[in-house]
Structures are given as structure tokens and as C-alpha cells.
């Protein structure tokens, strides 16, 4: 079977029609159950990495050795919400509803603040203030040295997307399909702009030249003018939408799609190149002119410019965030509950720290869509139901709770005179 085509045995004829549609609200997120998995854009400062993980903790280890240095536990799992240093503090979210602020040294609390919901946003960190969502719908405003509340904004659903902020305006998506731009000092609405899908964007917007770029779930990456929200242009990524942002390198974009497609783009948004993997990408990270990106068949790559494979390294867990490049070493973290440390050159692992515990339970890429097919009467069973399965990949690379297969029911039916229907109900 070639990569991203479905094969169904029982057909001897050509492939059937299809339509692909979702089934409901993209929620994985918060389907992600308890254990050591590390879902996080590593923090570096000094000599110090930062980031969470699944089974509640916040670690500090040391960025050559990977030593643990210290840990501070919360009381919920931390996901996406990947640490920010300002400052002297580390700021990081919790599904326990807090944002936490921790001393960067010793990892003693400074203070903590308490939303009405699970908090799976990136903070963002600028003049004294701390920008973030939480799923309480809300995206609020700290002082980033107090906790003290400054202002906060009600959106229309909950937020699982971190906030960029450029020139006193903060850029933020959320659930509601709107994404707004507010006042830094106010909370003030200067503009949004509606999508047809949901804003899940587990990296901060990229802001460049005047422009912000946004991928949404309704499988478009968009370019808007950061002053006024209005749309420059839209480009087609794919079926199952977009959780990351793109990144900007010597003029050109690269954009990952949960499609497992990596695309250079020119800055008005005409495609370079593709890079077609069978798996969803995470965003990519570029160095001295190489690309790194991981995936969910476990591997991170490195990328020429030109989007030539030139080597890629395994785990055992699915890598589907951003990566680090520092000081000619490569930090990401993996869902089989390490964080690595490679030599970029020597492409060999120096070391990797493991968080306690197994890895966390989490659904399929895919769930919550559902195809619809066109069927022949010749291949119509009495029953008029059928079920198929959808492989996202060979059996034989997946193990245990990251096997990422979904079973789909599809109903048909026969219409007359070579014409077909499908049944509605799913």
C-alpha cells in the first residue's frame, strides 16, 4: 500500500468514492490521560532546560549533563502549556486550572493563579506582563512578577492556543473559530477574524513584516495584516487541519500540516515544496540552514532547504512538537517520556532525561472523523452496513497505546439506474 492511501480487500474494482468529514469538536487534548510523557517545547536558559510533563511535574536539568537539577509537582498534567522563562521565574500551565511562576533556580513557587478551567496554553512574556489561555474560554493578563490580575477576555469556547505578542497587540486563536487580536495593556478587542474550524495552535503565532500567520483546523494556513486582521491570502494544507504555526527562514516559510506534510512557502503563500511523511508533523525548528521537525512514527528528521531527507532518528514514542537547537545540539521531547539531547553533527544521542512513569493513554491522531463511501450495488451486503479499517501506517511501527489505528463505520446504500447514496447515519 502506498503512504496515505486507504486499500479495502473485499474490492476488486477501482477505488470508491469518498467523502472525509469531521464528526465533532477536535478534543484529544483533553482526552490525554496520566504518565511520563513529554509534550513540550523544552526551555532553554543559561544552563538549564525546562519543561513538563504528563505525570505533573516540572523539571530543571542541566543542558549538558541532563541532571536533574530540581522538580515541582502540580496537581494536574501539563501538555502543551511548555514553559517560558523571563526574568529569573519560569511560567508554566497545568491542568489543574493553575499558572504557576517558579523560581528558575530552585524551582520553589513564587506565586500561583487560578482559572476556571485546564490551562494547555504556552505562555507569553512582555513588558511585565504574562499573556495565556485557559479553557475556561478566557485568555488573561498577569503581572508577570505579582500574578495579579490585569485584565482578561472571554472568547465563545475554550482556548488551546498560545498567544503571540508584537507591538502591544496580542495574537490568540481559540475554539470559538475566531482569531483576535487585543490590546497588550487593555484586553481591549482591535480585530478578529472568523475561520470554519477550530484554532489549536500549540506554538505562538508567527508575526513577521506586518503580517501574522495561523493554521486552523478548517485545513487552511492564513497570512492576515496584523494591524487590521485582513485576509492577505489562504493556502490548502490538507484534511486534518493544522496545530502548529509556521516559521520563517531567509524569507521563505515552512509550515507542518496534522496531514504529515511539510511545505516551503514563498511569503505570498505559493508553494516551493513539499515533503510528504505518512504521520502529522509538529513544527519545525531551522539552523544553519537545516530543518528539524519530529513526527508521530517516532522520529525526528533533519531536512535540507530544498526539503531532501538528509538523516532522521528514532524513538520510541511520537515526537510531534517543536524542536531546540542549541549550541550545535538538538533538544526535543518525545511521548515515550524522554527528553533527548543530540550531537547535530556527530547525529548521535549525548544523552536523554526520563520523567516518572509509563507513557500517557492518548486517542488516535485522527479520531472524530468519518468517511462516507459510494458503493456499487455489486459489493452492497444484505445488511446494508459494513465496517473498514483506516491504517495510518504499518502495524509493525507501532507499539502498545501509540498504535494509531481507527476502525470508521461506513453505511451505503443503492440507488437506481447507476446512481448512489450513502446513508447518514453514522
Known sequence: MEEGQFTFDEFSTEMQEFELKKSRKFDRMWNIG?????????EIHSDTIFFGSCNRNVYAVDVRTGQLKWKFETRGIILESSPTHWNGNIYIGSFDYNLYCLDAETGKLKWKFKTEGQIDSKASVADGIVYFGSKDHNV???????????WKFKTFDEISASPSVHKNKVYIGSFDKNFYCLNADTGNLIWKFTTQGENHNMHPPLVH???VYFGSFDNFLRALDANTGELLWKFPTGIYGNAASPVVYKGILYHASRDGLLFALT???KQIWKYVNREPFGAPAIHDDKIFIGSEDYNIYSLSLDGQKLWSFKTEGFVYIQPVVHEGRLFFSSWDCNLYCLDIE?????WKFRAEGGPAF???PFEGYEIKMMIPQAHVEESGKKRYELDIGKEDDFEGAYKSR?????SNQYMAKGKYQVDEEF
Do not use: C, E, F, R
Open 346 to 350: 556527530n547525529k548521535s544521542l549525548l
Open 140 to 150: 488573561y493578563a498577569l503581572g508577570a512578577m505579582t500574578g495579579s490580575l490585569i
Open 267 to 269: 511569503p505570498d503563500g
Open 34 to 42: 496520566y504518565g511520563g510523557s513529554i509534550l513540550q517545547i523544552p
Open 406 to 410: 481507527i476502525t470508521y463505520q461506513v
Open 209 to 211: 513584516d506586518g503580517v
Open 362 to 364: 492518548i486517542p488516535p
